[in-house]
């Protein structure tokens, strides 16, 4: 706890020293997107990024229902120590073969995954611009429905808007792995201060697994997975079909308001329905039909930002209600070199699951639990390559049964070089 205590406490007093070292003002919505951006060296047309992550992970391990047994549908591996370590390396390829034709991936390796997939393409894609607005992406890329589509097209850099290193719970459910996809959309201009946008996919679609809200791999959820089959060129199989559309307001440069609904049809697999009857205690059910429908908000006001996400989800008979509210102040210092810019973000996360004829919170079954969780996040720009991230995730799980809660509440703390 000192140690959590200390580095908290140093991020906290350089924040406030950069704040009344020189002028802060809020910046428009460009600027916004600054902090967390990559630079990029290359000639012409040919780029590549470098993201290096270093971190301290401080874990709240737990022991009473740990699962360190694991059962037929996972596994979990409670850690309870802290540790430092060199977390990712991402090389970011991008090639413009004209104003219209782009390429973008993001090429990950990691220092300790359990599984084989130590490296592996999380993104690669490329996009078509088209006229009147349109755009065509082919390739590994996230749902439409995360964050990084509500800004339009024509500024998109790539980056992920999230601002934080967890993701959160409806991300960690449904948009945090990318999927083989053939992307479509438009942003379209209705008048001098509002815009119209819409997207569509046409995917391979993702299957049903499980994964952690923390580092520490325990108590997970039930998650939209990328499976190695997800990234195979198929024609067969159950595809997943989506549409979303929504309205962009533009009062100004640092004034925006934006909506965004969606909807997402597919069917379960008999692989995902096997899966759902091995970590669901009691499910047996052989109902297929599975689709998701959402609503993501945005607000940006100068420096301030609001979002907001609401996903209902029905995974055979099975449904999901996940949803965040998240606010953040961005505070700009134009005129200096080193510390200009810091984030401040809190995020309130929630998570439903019922199956349908079970009892909700099943205690053998960490899949069933409803959730709540808190993030407190700080980022401080050090240098235009350096980024210094603090994160506090407050867990509230309902295990059921006569445990009333578990602990697994984590801080982060990290270096993040970005060129």
């Known amino acids: 706890m000192r140690v959590i205590f200390n580095l908290g406490w140093m991020a906290f007093v350089v924040m406030v020293s950069v704040a009344h070292a020189q002028q802060v003002y809020f910046p428009d919505r460009k600027e916004a997107q600054a902090l967390g951006s990559s630079h990029i060296l290359g000639y012409g ?82 996009s078509f611009l088209g006229p009147w607005h349109f755009f065509v992406k082919l390739g590994l890329e996230d749902r439409f429905i995360a964050p990084d589509f509500m ?66 791999e325990i108590y997970p959820i039930l998650q939209d997975d990328r499976h190695l089959r997800n990234i195979s060129l198929d024609v067969g199989g159950n595809k997943e079909i989506g549409a979303g559309a929504g309205f962009r307001a533009q009062f100004s440069n640092a004034h925006t308001m934006s909506v965004f609904g969606f909807y997402n049809y597919s069917k379960l697999t008999p692989q995902d329905i096997t899966y759902l009857s091995n970590v669901i205690s009691g499910y047996t059910s052989q109902e297929n039909q599975n689709f998701f429908m959402g609503l993501n908000t945005e607000l940006n006001w100068r ?40 984030r401040f973000l809190y995020r309130w996360n929630g998570l439903g699951v019922r199956a349908k004829g079970l009892a909700s919170n099943i205690q053998a079954s960490p899949m069933t639990w409803d959730r709540t969780t808190h993030t407190l996040a700080t980022s401080l720009r050090i240098y235009k390559f350096l980024e210094f991230k603090n994160e506090w995730n407050l867990h509230q799980e309902n295990p059921g049964g006569s445990t009333k809660e578990v602990h697994n509440d984590e801080f982060i703390s990290q270096l993040r070089l970005a060129f």
């Open 45 to 126: 047309g040919l780029s590549l990024g470098v993201q290096a992550e270093t971190e301290y992970l401080w874990p709240q391990g737990d022991d009473a229902l740990a699962f360190d047994s694991g059962n037929a549908g996972y596994f979990s591996d409670n850690q309870t120590h802290s540790r430092l370590r060199l977390h990712k390396l991402t090389l970011v390829p991008r090639v413009s073969l004209s104003e219209k034709i782009k390429f973008y991936g993001e090429l990950e390796a990691f220092s300790n995954r359990s599984d084989e997939e130590t490296t592996y393409f999380r993104e690669a894609h490329i």
């Open 151 to 216: 800004v339009s097209h024509e500024v998109w850099d790539d980056g992920p808007r999230r601002w934080t290193e967890t993701y959160p719970i409806s991300g960690v459910s449904f948009w945090k792995d990318e999927d083989l996809a053939l992307l479509a959309g438009g942003d379209h201009p209705i008048s001098q201060s509002l815009d119209f946008f819409w997207r569509g996919s046409f995917a391979n679609g993702l299957s049903l697994g499980h994964d952690e809200l923390t580092r520490n």
């Open 303 to 342: 420096g301030f930002n609001v979002f907001s996400q609401y996903i209902y989800a029905k995974d055979g008979e099975v449904k999901r209600q996940a949803y965040y509210v998240q606010p953040s102040l961005l505070l700009y210092a134009a005129d200096r070199k080193y510390f200009n810019a810091m």
